[in-house]
């Protein structure tokens, strides 16, 4: 836990606004800054009590001692005094003229971990951080230190993207240069994420990665740590990948001596995960440790049981998508996963607090995955999880430090309470608009309110569309006025923070790379199911759609197992009505890597033949889907469907159905890796046969 050892007489509150700062050459400046931009002073008054940065010690984190004469910061490094500051920045009420503090007469904090990053792309995919100039990242990765952050990884300029963006200010060297100076600077470390995308099936082609490497560490400041993935992207089996990096250590230690080096089980197929394990067997002394993230076979607990104990393992965890994802949305309403898509504007205090709940014990820290700032919120909630603290006091810290306003504290657990349930049943979301607006920026207010403003619209958006198109109903006036207001809000979010809601507006790299501006107005409510089997007496499930699923299977629950793994997941396909589909086949549910998508129905005539009809839908790929029914009569074999949907009808065994129930389970090929994804299911009609046995 954090440590938090408070004296026994009470914190007195305190005006820091006009304190002279001083000590330390950069936490001092700093804090005196940024307490200037909030409150319009910029000049200190030595008749009010200093506050001092001091180098001492030697424990982690910092020491804050507070009486009448003088407020003093202290920490073994300039990390832990930025820290310190940090620590004043968030708990300040800031109004022009004044910060008001209450500090504590002591107050020691140290992190629960010693890795706590977020990941910087600075690519075409990325939903923002591509039209950055270095300024702003300058700042951001203050802000992470701010919020007590270890270090920052940079994405190298050699992964799955394009070469370059068009929205690029400047090339990738001199940013990434830029990024990592600024880390140093704070006393960060700077770690370098650098996937092995090539063919590596001799000598030569090992050194020709290591030397590409070697070329890129001299472009930029000293590199901390190495990371690199397994998969997503990459595709090098174990026995060529672990040799490879261990040449890419070598390199990386000549330039110091002291960096890390970490793998990840990304991506691997059952054969290919124990390949890693065995390679691991094999006690490599240049590897420091794994890192579980995406697109892994095993959960967290399997591979901390696997990778020996010689070995870190940290979490890599995405805290930027709702679908098609590590976390997807529990039971997620398809009228928000058609509309807002895979990446939005997400804060999600609840589930990710959960999520670092889950996995506490089986880690030494977290590099968290991440595509730009329509997750700002998770980023920084995951640096104060680092430290012990919850996610309600982050979310007040995030209203003091960036709105100016305290009742922006409850809007982060509003909005995630906006995506729980039927939309047109929410009445909560009209009422976190409505909060949202009460809500009165402070003079440093930055882009984050009007991120908050854009996610409270677009939800009431959806609701007050889905009521409308659900009654038969113009969507009139109020939807027409939602509408222009998130058109505004999103001009404002590009002009500053460069947040990309549009392809064709701010130059978004797809629809799905949070660019969900270009859904606003996509057709959400048709006439449902397959109308033409209404007279055949079809038990229906509209799979994907929470609120139509009866017979689905749903197995654990986000809470539970945040991941999915044993759970049915709700998904919607990369397509709109506008394609000529209809929700119902939009919809889909799914089950992980070697687990089953479950239907289980009871109460059947025992006199009757059944015949069950699926529409297999999903995502563009396909792969072979085998259905089996009470786990030993096989309906059909592997098949990959032969268009996107497809419908097909097939017998039910009678013996399967002669005690009044069934189950049907559909399962994708054993031991594949990749994403896990697959087993797609859109609609299922459970028919009963006319004649009778």
Not at 5 to 16: F, K
Not at 63 to 68: A, G, N, T
Not at 409 to 426: F, H, K, S
Not at 556 to 585: C, E, K, Y
Request: proline share 7%; glycine share 8%; charged share 25%.
């Amino acid at each position: 836990m954090a440590l938090a050892l408070l004296a026994a007489a009470p914190a007195e509150a305190r005006d820091i606004a006009r304190a002279c700062v001083t000590g330390d050459p950069v936490a001092a400046p700093l804090l005196a800054r940024r307490l200037a931009e909030g409150t319009g002073v910029a000049t200190c008054d030595r008749k009010v009590a200093p506050i001092r940065f001091v180098i001492e010690g030697t424990a982690s984190g910092f020491v804050i001692r507070e009486d009448r004469k003088a407020t003093q910061i202290s920490a073994r490094d300039t990390l832990g005094l930025v820290q310190g500051a940090g620590w004043l920045l968030r708990k300040a009420d800031v109004t022009p003229g004044r910060a008001v503090v209450a500090i504590p007469r002591r107050l020691a904090e140290a992190p629960r971990t010693d890795v706590r990053m977020t990941q910087i792309g600075y690519r075409a995919k990325n939903n923002s951080l591509d039209a950055w100039t270095i300024p702003m990242f300058e700042r951001r990765v203050e802000d992470m230190a701010l919020w007590g952050a270890s270090g920052v990884q940079v994405i190298a300029p050699v992964s799955d993207d394009a070469p370059k963006s068009p929205l690029f200010p400047q090339p990738p060297i001199p940013t990434l240069r830029s990024i990592g100076e600024a880390a140093h600077r704070l006393g960060m470390r700077f770690a370098l994420y650098y996937p092995m995308m090539g063919e590596y099936a001799d000598a030569a082609a090992i050194a020709k990665e290591t030397a590409t490497l070697d070329a890129l560490l001299g472009e930029l400041p000293r590199v901390d740590d190495l990371y690199v993935p397994g998969g997503d992207p990459g595709h090098t089996a174990p026995p060529r990948l672990f040799p490879l990096v261990g040449a890419a250590a070598d390199v990386m230690r000549r330039r110091n001596p002291a960096a890390t080096v970490w793998l990840s089980t990304q991506g691997f197929d059952a054969k290919g995960l124990e390949a890693f394990y065995a390679e691991l067997g094999k006690r490599p002394a240049w590897l420091t440790g794994v890192f579980a993230g995406p697109q892994t076979r095993d959960p967290v607990a399997l591979q901390r049981q696997r990778v020996p104990a010689r070995y870190r393992l940290l979490l890599y965890p995405d805290i930027a998508h709702t679908m098609h994802a590590q976390f997807p949305i529990p039971e997620w309403a398809p009228e928000f996963a058609l509309t807002q898509g895979r990446e939005p504007i997400n804060p999600q205090p609840g589930a990710q607090s959960r999520i670092w709940r889950h996995f506490d014990g089986l880690h030494s820290g977290f590099v968290t995955y991440s595509e730009g700032v329509a997750d700002d919120f998770n980023q920084l909630l995951w640096f104060r999880l680092g430290w012990g603290h919850d996610a309600q006091d982050a979310a007040a810290d995030y209203a003091r430090m960036f709105i100016g306003d305290a009742r922006a504290a409850a809007i982060p657990a509003r909005l995630e309470a906006n995506w729980v349930g039927d939309p047109a049943a929410n009445v909560g979301i009209d009422a976190t608009l409505a909060k949202v607006d009460a809500v009165r920026p402070g003079r440093a207010a930055d882009w984050r309110l009007d991120s908050f403003r854009y996610r409270a619209v677009y939800d009431a958006l959806v609701r007050h569309r889905t009521i409308a198109g659900r009654a038969g109903q113009p969507e009139g006036a109020q939807v027409a006025a939602l509408r222009q207001r998130l058109d505004d809000l999103a001009g404002r979010l590009f002009a500053t923070a460069r947040l990309q809601l549009s392809v064709a507006k701010f130059g978004a790299s797809h629809v799905e790379r949070g660019a969900n501006l270009d859904r606003a107005d996509t057709q959400i409510v048709d006439l449902g199911p397959d109308r033409s089997r209404s007279a055949e007496s079809a038990l229906y499930d509209d799979l994907g759609n929470p609120r139509a699923e009866p017979h689905l299977v749903r197995g654990t629950n986000g809470v539970d197992d945040p991941a999915m793994f044993g759970a049915a997941i709700d998904g919607i396909a990369d397509r709109t009505m506008a394609d000529g589909w209809r929700m119902a086949q939009l919809t889909y549910a799914e089950a992980l890597y070697d687990a089953p998508l479950r239907l289980r129905y009871t109460g059947l005539d025992r006199t009757r033949r059944y015949r069950i009809a699926v529409t297999y839908a999903g995502e563009d790929y396909t792969l072979p889907i085998r259905l089996v029914a009470d786990g030993s009569y096989e309906i059909h074999p592997p098949r990959k469907r032969r268009s996107n949907p497809e419908t097909a009808e097939f017998d039910i065994p009678a013996a399967a159905t002669a005690d009044g129930t069934l189950e049907l389970a559909f399962t994708r090929p054993p031991g594949m890796g990749g994403s896990g994804r697959g087993a797609q299911i859109a609609e299922t009609w459970l028919i009963p046969v006319k004649d009778a046995r």
